[in-house]
């Protein structure tokens, strides 16, 4: 079955934050098959809509400078952390595509049937990778089994693939791809960039990690760690994406991805002309946006600003909800975001696939009355402004973060509301994959990050106990609660295919969720992308990366 309407399933990284930011009114992208991309557009200067054909590439060579707060740590799918950044984006194209309206539709794969727990994949015969190695089914059988490997330690691309049961090559361009148990989310998945497919000679040169190679619209030129990513448009690129205005070979000759991993430098290198465009947060976007001299693109995200405990560490259940009661989440939307955010309740945001906003009734709301009357109730009384018991203060609390804004800001803006409340914490903010280190060892008793979905079934790689770094070093469940009802709901939720029945069943794990008292949405973040004007095509996947091929400049 081909272009079938299916319940929108997807993984976002539960411990890192994409290459996304945020806003207050929304502008939404819809790109048809036939090239038409319809923008409406809200902000200070008023809602205005465009209608437009993809651009012409421009008759002189360009190159274009991105500006990006998130450096991937690897450039190989299999290890990079972040699934939805604008690396995997460029370099490697996937086997299927999340179109605009939530179906899927072809990618490197041409066609497929889905017959009970296997789908098979009628492969592109055109496509080359960057070094000429021609891609073919057993390219991506290896690419599969390589994830799975113990060996090979991977990242996000291990939670995404799910139960992976192996593959089948049938022909050089048809293979069959199994799941143990049935997999709901296995089409939809497959979509994610960490499921890429790589080079097979690259991955046996052991090279992919520094020098990656793929099938995407961009070839590798150099990566200067910290400082910025270069990129060739890559000529022999052809597509079949639904969603992509442009098939062919990027506009641009050449894109950098220029690193900046504080807000207010990567403004002013927007005002200067630095990069030629950027996604913003916080109150240096709305700064920008007001002063109307840039383009500018808002849209709505996946993502939500993700505050969790560690219950390993903070063990008493009214102690968490206490800490939960602590913090405003208005406050931080003002504060933390510049108001491009709405406060948020449910672990599953308001897009997704079996969101149930009703949950907001039982999570805790700031409140600093029922913190008190919480932690007296735990024993403990409030001495000289902190919680103490026995004439014990309470521990000084550890929060990781990643060492990029807005994190670092408002990392102190959790800090402060917490100490308001009688807790002290001590703000550890490093690089990304120091912080997943971090939270995986479980050197943490609070943790500020950011995740999405586009379908409830990613609750079971965030929060189910099998994905407790103790029991899989590579978990996401840095919670370490461990449920068994919560997880008997995600694993009937992955297993279940009706989609009336899986609304219930995941309205259902969020409940549980909120009852642990262990992870905490603390708001739903809009993205604003600036740019420079002369800047044209510009649009988003659906995960939220910038579609770097579709650039043009003036």
């Given at each position: 079955?081909?272009?079938?309407?299916?319940?929108?399933?997807?993984?976002?990284?539960?411990?890192?934050?994409?290459?996304?930011?945020g806003?207050?009114?929304t502008?939404?992208?819809?790109?048809?098959?036939?090239?038409?991309?319809?923008?409406?557009?809200?902000?200070?200067?008023?809602?205005?809509?465009?209608?437009?054909?993809?651009?012409?590439?421009?008759?002189?060579?360009?190159?274009?400078?991105?500006?990006?707060?998130?450096?991937?740590?690897?450039?190989?799918?299999?290890?990079?952390?972040?699934?939805?950044?604008?690396?995997?984006?460029?370099?490697?194209?996937?086997?299927?595509?999340?179109l605009?309206?939530g179906?899927?539709?072809?990618?490197?794969?041409?066609?497929?049937?889905?017959?009970?727990?296997?789908?098979?994949?009628?492969?592109?015969?055109?496509?080359?990778?960057?070094?000429?190695?021609?891609?073919?089914?057993?390219?991506?059988?290896?690419?599969?089994?390589?994830?799975?490997?113990?060996?090979?330690?991977?990242?996000?691309?291990?939670?995404?693939?799910?139960?992976?049961?192996?593959?089948?090559?049938?022909?050089?361009?048809?293979?069959?791809?199994?799941?143990?148990?049935?997999?709901?989310?296995?089409?939809?998945?497959?979509?994610?960039?960490?499921?890429?497919?790589?080079?097979?000679?690259?991955?046996?040169?052991?090279?992919?990690?520094?020098?990656?190679?793929?099938?995407?619209?961009?070839?590798?030129?150099?990566?200067?760690?910290?400082?910025?990513?270069?990129?060739?448009?890559?000529?022999?690129?052809?597509?079949?994406?639904?969603?992509?205005?442009?098939?062919?070979?990027?506009?641009?000759?050449?894109?950098t991805?220029?690193?900046?991993?504080?807000?207010?430098?990567?403004?002013?290198?927007?005002?200067?002309?630095?990069?030629?465009?950027?996604?913003?947060?916080?109150?240096?976007?709305?700064?920008?946006?007001?002063?109307?001299?840039?383009?500018t693109?808002?849209?709505?995200?996946?993502f939500?600003?993700?505050?969790?405990?560690?219950?390993?560490?903070?063990?008493?259940?009214?102690?968490?909800?206490?800490?939960?009661?602590?913090?405003?989440?208005?406050?931080?939307?003002?504060?933390?975001?510049g108001?491009?955010?709405?406060?948020?309740?449910?672990?599953?945001?308001?897009?997704?696939f079996?969101?149930?906003?009703?949950?907001?009734?039982?999570?805790?709301?700031?409140?600093?009355?029922?913190?008190?009357?919480?932690?007296?109730?735990?024993?403990?009384?409030?001495?000289?402004?902190?919680?103490?018991?026995?004439?014990?203060?309470?521990?000084?609390?550890?929060?990781?973060?990643?060492?990029?804004?807005?994190?670092?800001?408002?990392?102190?803006?959790?800090?402060?509301?917490?100490?308001?409340?009688?807790?002290?914490?001590?703000?550890?903010?490093?690089?990304?994959?120091?912080?997943?280190?971090?939270?995986?060892?479980?050197?943490?008793?609070?943790?500020?990050?950011?995740?999405?979905?586009?379908?409830?079934?990613?609750?079971?790689?965030?929060?189910?106990?099998?994905?407790?770094?103790?029991?899989?070093?590579?978990?996401?469940?840095?919670?370490?609660?461990?449920?068994?009802?919560?997880?008997?709901?995600?694993?009937?939720?992955?297993?279940?295919?009706?989609?009336?029945?899986?609304i219930e069943?995941?309205?259902?794990?969020?409940?549980?969720?909120?009852?642990?008292?262990?992870?905490?949405?603390?708001?739903?973040?809009?993205?604003?992308?600036?740019?420079?004007?002369?800047?044209?095509?510009?649009?988003?996947?659906?995960?939220?990366?910038?579609?770097?091929?579709?650039?043009?400049?003036?």
């Amino acid at each position: 079955m081909r272009h079938a309407r299916l319940p929108v399933i997807w993984l976002t990284v539960a411990l890192v934050a994409a290459a996304c930011s945020g806003g207050e009114t929304t502008e939404t992208t819809e790109t048809t098959q036939a090239g038409e991309v319809t923008t409406t557009a809200g902000g200070g200067g008023g809602e205005t809509t465009t209608t437009t054909e993809a651009p012409e590439p421009s008759a002189e060579a360009f190159s274009l400078v991105v500006g990006v707060g998130r450096e991937a740590p690897s450039l190989d799918p299999a290890l990079n952390p972040i699934c939805c950044g604008y690396e995997n984006a460029a370099l490697y194209d996937t086997l299927v595509a999340l179109l605009p309206d939530g179906t899927i539709g072809p990618s490197l794969a041409e066609s497929w049937t889905i017959d009970g727990a296997s789908i098979t994949f009628e492969l592109r015969q055109d496509v080359s990778f960057h070094d000429g190695t021609p891609f073919n089914a057993e390219a991506v059988k290896a690419y599969l089994d390589r994830v799975v490997d113990p060996a090979t330690n991977a990242a996000n691309a291990l939670n995404v693939l799910g139960p992976y049961a192996g593959s089948e090559v049938v022909d050089d361009f048809t293979i069959t791809i199994s799941w143990d148990p049935v997999y709901a989310p296995a089409l939809v998945n497959l979509a994610n960039t960490s499921l890429g497919i790589p080079s097979p000679t690259a991955t046996a040169a052991g090279t992919l990690e520094d020098h990656p190679v793929g099938t995407g619209p961009f070839e590798f030129v150099e990566w200067v760690r910290g400082d910025h990513l270069t990129l060739r448009r890559y000529d022999g690129y052809t597509t079949i994406r639904d969603d992509m205005a442009n098939k062919g070979p990027a506009y641009a000759e050449e894109v950098t991805l220029r690193y900046v991993d504080n807000a207010t430098t990567l403004a002013n290198l927007l005002e200067t002309g630095g990069v030629d465009i950027a996604g913003l947060e916080g109150p240096d976007a709305i700064r920008l946006e007001a002063a109307g001299e840039l383009g500018t693109f808002r849209y709505p995200t996946i993502f939500l600003r993700w505050f969790a405990i560690n219950t390993a560490n903070i063990t008493d259940i009214r102690v968490r909800e206490a800490i939960a009661s602590s913090i405003d989440r208005a406050g931080m939307v003002a504060a933390g975001a510049g108001g491009l955010a709405t406060p948020h309740y449910s672990t599953v945001n308001s897009l997704a696939f079996g969101y149930d906003g009703s949950v907001e009734d039982v999570v805790p709301h700031y409140d600093l009355d029922a913190v008190t009357g919480l932690m007296e109730e735990a024993g403990y009384e409030l001495i000289d402004g902190r919680w103490s018991q026995d004439g014990t203060p309470f521990p000084t609390m550890v929060l990781v973060t990643f060492s990029v804004d807005p994190y670092r800001q408002e990392a102190v803006l959790v800090q402060d509301y917490l100490r308001q409340a009688g807790f002290e914490v001590e703000i550890r903010a490093v690089e990304v994959a120091a912080a997943i280190s971090e939270v995986r060892a479980g050197n943490h008793d609070l943790y500020l990050a950011r995740y999405g979905m586009f379908d409830a079934g990613t609750l079971r790689n965030l929060f189910h106990s099998e994905n407790t770094p103790t029991v899989n070093p590579t978990g996401n469940n840095i919670t370490f609660y461990d449920d068994p009802v919560l997880d008997a709901l995600l694993e009937e939720g992955g297993q279940e295919t009706d989609p009336a029945r899986r609304i219930e069943i995941y309205s259902e794990a969020q409940r549980q969720l909120a009852s642990a008292m262990s992870t905490f949405a603390l708001y739903e973040a809009q993205a604003l992308l600036l740019f420079q004007p002369g800047v044209d095509g510009v649009a988003i996947h659906q995960d939220g990366a910038l579609k770097l091929s579709e650039l043009t400049k003036g």
